[in-house]
């Protein structure tokens, strides 16, 4: 413990930061062993057509289970991995694991869905990025137009890497979407520079439909310049019939949430592949 015993008493340290400290670097220390020890895992969860019902897609959702700690939510533990660049290589072990797991679905004989896995700015910002995502691809044999990447609009930052990186990802028939879309602080205008397929309505905006008037204007307003944009759009966080016939009407293309299923297991999918959505509603 550092103190100044100046005319001020001034402290660097106090008991608290200490604990704060190596509570970060206890986990910092497990993160960094959790990929060897086979630590994690990936949920799955639906995206459905509202129009038809049908599964179109999933999303790729990183677990860590800890031997001790138990499981660790990723938004505790993705932001630790951003900062120590752990999410490099914990990323592209989810991007292989995600692809593997939809080329053996489609060699199951299910009819093809999309993979969507969550891709971190610094992940993206690797030189090397658009290489690892050609290299799994080419190893897992899964066709790009069955994969697409959740970008946040912090990549957008960086725009001139930015926006080559995601030409070439592009070019090779990847879908692109932009995750949490209005939680950002990014100006609108690169949704004419940037080859982007899909909106992500963040669930913030769509848990509050029925709440707050404002986010229901927010939600259809969304909506409709995706359409005038002609990009597809998906409301995350859908929890219930009544959110869900608000996005019908509002001609929101897709939708996910706990309404349809929570993130599972990949075996649990099985039962998925075989369900009909459109009479939830
Ligand atoms: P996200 O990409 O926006 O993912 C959606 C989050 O909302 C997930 O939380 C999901 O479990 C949760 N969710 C889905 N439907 C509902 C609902 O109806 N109600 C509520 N209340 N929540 C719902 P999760 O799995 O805890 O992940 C949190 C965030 O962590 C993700 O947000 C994403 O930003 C990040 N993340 C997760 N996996 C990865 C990964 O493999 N790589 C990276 N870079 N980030 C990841
Ligand atoms: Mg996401
Ligand atoms: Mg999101
Ligand atoms: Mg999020």
Redesign the pocket.
């Known amino acids: 413990r550092v103190k100044e015993q100046g005319k001020n008493n001034f402290e660097f340290y106090t008991p608290e930061m200490n604990e704060t400290i190596s509570k970060k670097m206890k986990l910092e220390l497990g993160l960094r062993k959790a990929l060897v020890n086979n630590e994690f895992k990936?949920?799955y969860?639906p995206q459905i057509d509202i129009g038809t019902g049908k599964l179109l897609g999933v999303?790729?959702?990183?677990?860590w289970h800890h031997p001790e700690w138990g499981t660790i939510?990723?938004?505790e533990f993705?932001p630790l991995a951003?900062e120590t660049g752990l999410?490099v290589p914990?990323?592209e072990w989810?991007l292989y694991k995600a692809c593997m797991q939809n080329k053996e679905w489609q060699n199951e004989g299910y009819s093809p869905i999309r993979m969507a896995?969550?891709?971190?700015s610094l992940?993206f910002q690797q030189s090397n990025f658009v290489e690892t995502v050609r290299k799994i691809l080419k190893e897992t044999e899964l066709d790009p137009i069955y994969l697409e990447l959740?970008l946040?609009e912090s990549i957008i930052q960086d725009s001139k890497h930015a926006v080559s990186t995601m030409h070439n990802l592009k070019n090779m028939g990847i879908y692109l979407s932009i995750?949490?879309f209005g939680t950002g602080y990014s100006s609108l205008s690169y949704l004419k520079t940037f080859p982007i397929d899909t909106l992500?309505i963040?669930?913030t905006f769509t848990?509050n439909i029925y709440i707050d008037q404002k986010d229901a204007s927010l939600v259809s307003t969304i909506i409709n310049m995706a359409q005038n944009l002609d990009l597809k759009v998906i409301a995350?966080?859908?929890?219930t019939a009544e959110q869900l016939q608000f996005l019908q009407q509002e001609r929101c293309n897709e939708a996910?949430?706990?309404?349809f299923s929570?993130?599972i297991p990949a075996q649990e999918m099985n039962y998925i592949f075989q369900q009909q959505f459109a009479n939830k509603k």
Do not use: C
């Not at 896995?117 to 971190?120: A, E, H, K, Q």
């Not at 996910?256 to 309404?259: A, E, I």
């Open positions: 990936l949920v969860q999303e790729a959702l990183l677990r939510s990723p938004a993705i951003e999410i914990i990323g989810v896995v969550n891709i971190s992940q959740e946040t995750d949490d992500k963040d669930q848990r995350e966080g859908v929890e996910q949430g706990y309404f929570r993130p």
